[in-house]
């Protein structure tokens, strides 16, 4: 079992940065796991924005999101991040962090993901 719980969300104008944490609890072996961000808007399905391995040797990234935004994670400390900088307003969106057992095919689907955390809004204003 994994409990993720996302922060780093809220409110920036275009052009301005955000860093998405998503930490898991102490019990949980997030190394143990590939880790994906993902995002949402009402009436749309989740979209896939960033992943990476567990070792941290592979990133992955949705075109529209290339050059802007990066993945990583402190494996010491059980946490990925989502660094966004140049926030658009399309990227305005609530942002979830998932997780999959290390080297499960499907990086960028949602539905190879088991466990998800709450979400955090990120809201980019024009």
């Known amino acids: 079992q994994v409990q993720l719980v996302e922060s780093g969300g809220g409110l920036v104008q275009a052009g301005g940065s955000l860093r998405l944490s998503c930490a898991a609890a102490r019990r949980s072996r997030s190394s143990s796991y590939d880790m994906g961000w993902f995002r949402q808007t009402p009436g749309k399905e989740r979209e896939f924005v960033a992943a990476?391995?567990?070792?941290?040797?592979?990133?992955s990234y949705t075109g529209s999101v290339k050059g802007r935004f990066t993945i990583s994670r402190d494996n010491v400390n059980n946490t990925v991040y989502l660094q966004m900088n140049n926030l658009k307003a399309e990227d305005t969106a609530v942002y979830y962090c998932a997780a999959k057992p290390a080297g499960v095919y499907g990086d960028s689907y949602a539905t190879s993901y088991v466990y998800w955390g709450q979400g955090t809004q990120v809201t980019v204003s024009s």
């Open positions: 990476i391995t567990s070792s941290g040797s592979k990133l």
